[in-house]
């Protein structure tokens, strides 16, 4: 049974720094891209960030390129989301996910975390 468990998540000051874990357990070996969601409530899930299997290929969202890193941890099975210069704006839900061909996309999940809580305030 495939697990995704988060962590990482609290509460910072705008500028400030979190990093986010998601520790994988079971067999993923159907996904083939790792990635980030988030979530506020009463809007739909948008896409935050996405790592392909080896770790050499990622992309972001605009709204978070250059200021938040995705990278994965191939021998602990661990992703990470590191972020930095936070905003206001980047307060929500935050959701790991495995899926296959394009993890921009919920639409492709195969798996996904249960969330971790960022909160920034100003």
């Known amino acids: 049974q495939v697990q995704l468990v988060e962590s990482g998540g609290g509460s910072v000051q705008a500028g400030g720094s979190l990093r986010l874990s998601c520790a994988v357990s079971g067999n993923i070996a159907r996904s083939n891209c790792m990635g980030w969601f988030r979530q506020v409530p009463g809007k739909e899930r948008d896409w935050v960030a996405t790592?392909?299997?080896?770790?050499?290929?990622?992309a972001y969202a605009d709204s978070v390129k250059g200021r938040f890193t995705i990278s994965q941890d191939n021998v602990e099975y661990t992703l990470y989301l590191q972020m930095n210069s936070l905003k206001p704006a980047d307060t929500a839900m935050y959701y790991c996910?495995?899926?296959?061909?394009?993890?921009?996309?919920?639409?492709?999940?195969?798996?996904w975390g249960k969330g971790t809580q960022v909160t920034v305030s100003s």
């Open positions: 996910m495995a899926g296959n061909y394009r993890c921009s996309s919920g639409a492709n999940a195969l798996y």
């Open positions: 790592v392909y299997s080896g770790g050499g290929v990622t």
